[in-house]
């Protein structure tokens, strides 16, 4: 059985999980729900979100909206490529 601040990190990264897909806060900033979620601190939040999803959240985000066929926001950004 995982370590009680593990598991607390494990529920609250899953909240956040389904929070970043959840169609109601599209506009509502990462770093935002990840605060209201319990991980205040967007570096730390990130580094735990990759370690346990492997891709970082905003990524995570915008593969699940392309996926239920919601359109991504253009943020007028060139593509890395």
Same mark, same amino acid.
């Given at each position: 059985?995982?370590? &009680?601040?593990?598991? +607390?990190? @494990?529920?609250?990264? &899953? @909240? +956040?999980?389904?929070?970043?897909? %959840?169609?109601?806060?599209?506009?509502?900033?990462? @770093?935002?729900?990840?605060?209201? $979620? $319990?991980?205040?601190?967007?570096?730390?939040?990130?580094?735990?979100?990759?370690?346990?999803?492997?891709?970082?959240?905003?990524?995570?985000? %915008?593969?699940?909206? +392309?996926? *239920? $066929?919601?359109?991504? &926001?253009? *943020? %007028? +950004?060139?593509?890395?490529?």
């Amino acid at each position: 059985m995982a370590r &009680e601040p593990e598991y +607390i990190r @494990h529920q609250r990264l &899953e @909240h +956040i999980r389904r929070a970043l897909t %959840d169609p109601a806060r599209h506009s509502t900033p990462v @770093h935002r729900i990840a605060a209201r $979620g $319990g991980l205040p601190q967007h570096t730390v939040f990130t580094r735990a979100f990759r370690a346990a999803y492997g891709t970082p959240p905003s990524e995570y985000r %915008d593969r699940k909206r +392309i996926v *239920k $066929g919601q359109p991504r &926001e253009s *943020k %007028d +950004i060139p593509s890395r490529g």
